[in-house]
Each structure stands twice: as C-alpha cells, then as structure tokens.
C-alpha cells in the first residue's frame, strides 16, 4: 500500500477499534464514551485530555490505544486532512458500488475495486 499511495496514512476503521476496545475493558461504557470523544476532537489538547481520563479509568485501555498508534484514529492526531466521514461497513459500500462487476470474470473484477479505490482516494 506505502509503494502504491505513498501519501495516504494508513488509518483504523473507528467500529473495529471501538469492538476491539469493548473487549479490552468490559462493563466501561465510560471508556466507550471517552474513546469517542478523542477519535472526533479536532483540537490536540481536547483529545490529551480525554485520553487522559481514558488512562485514569483504564490504564490497558489506554495503552491499546496508545500501542496501536493515536495519530491512526483520531481526527486531531491525523497526519492528514480528514472529513469526519465514517462507514460502518466498508464491505457494503464496495458491494454496492460493485453490483454489476461481481458478476464478471475475476481479472475484471479485481481492475473495476482497483479503479473504484483510487478514485476513492482522490476524490
């Protein structure tokens, strides 16, 4: 992916990050509500802070989220420009966008996703 889109940052998918965190801390919904407000906090600060009260809580939530790498989910800490979209189901999206390339033979299929992601990317 880095020698393809070098200048994307690879970043993890909020829903999966949130289920992976359930896990991690079980019965706190309060790390839930906090881990929330550090991925869509657009200030640095905002997000030290609730990361903060995440580690007063939790302190293995907190070092799962610091291991996999802050500036990967949150908006703040992102490397690039990010617009707040989020999907739950990035599988949905494709398969709708690609109802009528499912049907073609393989080589085709595998060219349209190639095609549909980087027009994805740049627009």
């Known amino acids: ?22 896990k991690e801390a079980p019965k706190c919904g309060d ?37 996999v790498g802050v500036e990967r989910w949150s908006i703040a800490y992102c490397p690039k ?4 979209f989020t999907t739950m189901n990035i599988a ?3 398969n709708s966008a690609a109802k009528e390339a499912l049907k073609s033979p393989i080589t085709a299929l595998v060219e349209f996703l190639k095609d549909l992601m980087q027009k994805w990317f740049h627009d």
């Open 1 to 22: 992916m880095r020698n393809v889109y070098p200048t994307v940052p690879h970043c993890i998918c909020y829903y999966h990050l949130k289920k992976n965190l359930k």
């Open 31 to 67: 790390v839930l509500q906090l881990y929330k407000l550090v991925a869509y906090s657009y200030r640095t600060e905002v997000c030290d802070k609730y990361l903060t009260d995440i580690s007063n809580i939790h302190h293995r939530a907190f070092d799962h989220l610091v291991d």
């Open 81 to 84: 420009k990010r617009y707040g």
């Open 92 to 94: 949905e999206a494709i």
